[in-house]
């Protein structure tokens, strides 16, 4: 079966083109033998027709116009002209810089820096948003924000994250867990919403000795959708979140774990104290997973 046309058309273009610039003084020779060829032949015909040669050689250079404007329109016939006015502009360029060294090794100079810093500051917040967070495709997940006027419901939650911005609008980073229940009851959106907060620095008390750390508490679907594995016991499930007479679970990070218990496997099922609320160990994080917000690997997650 043969292919169509349009798409015979679409390869041959490509094909033509690689062509002409590979062999660009093969081409040059043959355009200037085809038009040596049609003015040849036109004289002829002239003569033909009862000129003398000066005439007709006269009347066919005028007849055919200039060699030059007939080879442009030879090369544009086949994608050449912004090729070959690409390529001046770049040798014209050369000539220029290399006439003003000085300013040519300032030029080189300032464009290594800025596209250094701008590498740079690419690698880190490719690092610290997206590697850094430990999980399979990060670039999927999206933070939600409430942005609204003065009808918005909510104005305040504790002080969290709300501001009025200049034209007026209200925004708000935190949601109530009612708001976020109502999201998720009626997404058709994303395929799940999940929620977390960081509060500020608790009291975490493991092995007899409190300390200062953070904690970031999670819906139940959070590590599903995050598609988070722990390395040991098990991940916050749905079944965790607000069980009637059920106590709080958690999972804690790899460095807590070390740290404070050893990185013993009978970790699972111990208990620990955050802010005095009694809160039962379930699993332990991969070491590259700091939570959503690159909590302190330090403190429990």
């Known amino acids: 079966m043969r292919p169509p046309l349009w798409m015979t058309r679409l390869y041959a273009q490509p094909r033509s083109w690689l062509r002409a610039i590979a062999h660009r003084s093969r ?48 090369r544009d016939s086949l994608g050449l002209g912004w090729w070959d006015a690409l390529w001046a502009d770049l040798r014209y360029g050369l000539r220029i810089l290399g006439k003003s060294p000085g300013f040519t090794a300032i030029a080189v100079i300032s464009l290594a820096l800025a596209i250094g810093a701008n590498t740079t500051i690419f690698s880190f917040a490719n690092q610290m948003l997206f590697v850094r967070l430990g999980v399979p495709h990060p670039e999927q997940l999206r933070v939600f924000r409430l942005t609204g006027d003065d009808h918005i419901a909510v104005r305040e939650i504790k002080g969290h994250d709300v501001y009025l911005s200049d034209d007026g609008h209200f925004h708000l980073g935190l949601f109530p867990y009612p708001a976020y229940q109502q999201l998720r ?26 300390e200062i750390g953070k904690a970031e508490f999670v819906s139940g679907n959070f590590y599903a959708q995050m598609q988070v594995k722990p390395q040991l016991g098990r991940p916050i499930e749905p079944a965790d979140d607000g069980t009637p007479g059920g106590g709080a679970v958690a999972v804690i990070s790899d460095s807590f774990w070390h740290r404070d218990f050893g990185g013993a496997d009978d970790v699972i099922g111990k208990t620990i104290r955050v802010n005095l609320t009694p809160v039962t160990i379930v699993g332990v994080n991969p070491p590259n997973f700091s939570g959503p917000v690159a909590a302190d690997t330090s403190a429990p997650e």
């Open 185 to 210: 009851q009626n997404n058709r959106v994303v395929e799940d919403i999940f929620a977390f907060m960081q509060p500020p620095n608790v009291d975490i008390t493991a092995a007899g000795t409190p």
């Open 27 to 74: 081409l040059e020779a043959e355009m200037e033998t085809e038009l040596a060829s049609h003015l040849e032949h036109l004289i002829e015909d002239l003569i033909r027709s009862g000129h003398s040669p000066e005439e007709a050689r006269r009347r066919a250079r005028i007849a055919m116009g200039s060699m030059l404007t007939s080879k442009e329109e030879m």
